[in-house]
């Protein structure tokens, strides 16, 4: 096997695919850590897509969309966002790209427990009061920032 670098291109592309942020919010009145993922392009632009062609908004207009609904849940006292007011159509994208972007979260003793794309869409399938919604405006929140991270972690800067 060769030595030789694959260039920059895989190089960012591999640093990429090992990108996550972590996201604490609550659920059932527990503080959780979810570990979310930039979804790949072949999965995250048909999502963008259809927000775009069915719904006429882009990918950060759904996520101030979902944002809004966070901020009038808190206003009502509740701790996630009420799916009845949206489309559904927007709730089916969001739990998609919820699916897409779960890749972890974290035991009691703080280690890191890996969920597969199984794991994830089983998760997402049995979620209750909008935590489908609010992490798949998270997963479009980190896929759409993605394009403007200078320096992956690990990395020698951006070149």
């Known amino acids: 096997m060769s030595d030789k670098p694959k260039g920059k291109l895989y190089e960012m592309c591999v640093r990429g695919d090992d990108y996550t942020e972590d996201y604490d919010f609550e659920m059932f009145g527990e503080e959780i850590a979810v570990i979310m993922s930039p979804i790949v392009d072949n999965e995250f632009l048909p999502i963008a897509s259809f927000l775009k062609g069915h719904l006429d908004m882009d990918e950060e207009e759904a996520v101030e969309r979902v944002e809004e609904a966070k901020e009038e849940a808190e206003e009502r006292g509740d701790d996630t966002v009420d799916v009845s007011n949206m489309d559904k159509e927007f709730v089916e994208a969001m739990q998609d790209a919820a699916k ?11 280690n890191m427990v ?4 199984d794991d994830a869409e089983k998760m997402v399938s049995m979620m209750r009061g909008g935590y489908s919604v609010e992490l798949g405006g998270k997963a479009l929140e980190i896929s759409g ?4 991270v200078k320096k992956f972690p690990g990395s020698r800067g951006s070149q």
Not at 102 to 109: A, K, L, P, Q, R
Not at 114 to 117: A, D, I, Q, R
């Open 145 to 148: 920032n993605v394009r403007d």
């Open 100 to 110: 897409l972007g779960i890749v972890g979260s974290y035991d009691d003793d703080g």
């Open 114 to 117: 890996e969920y597969t794309e």
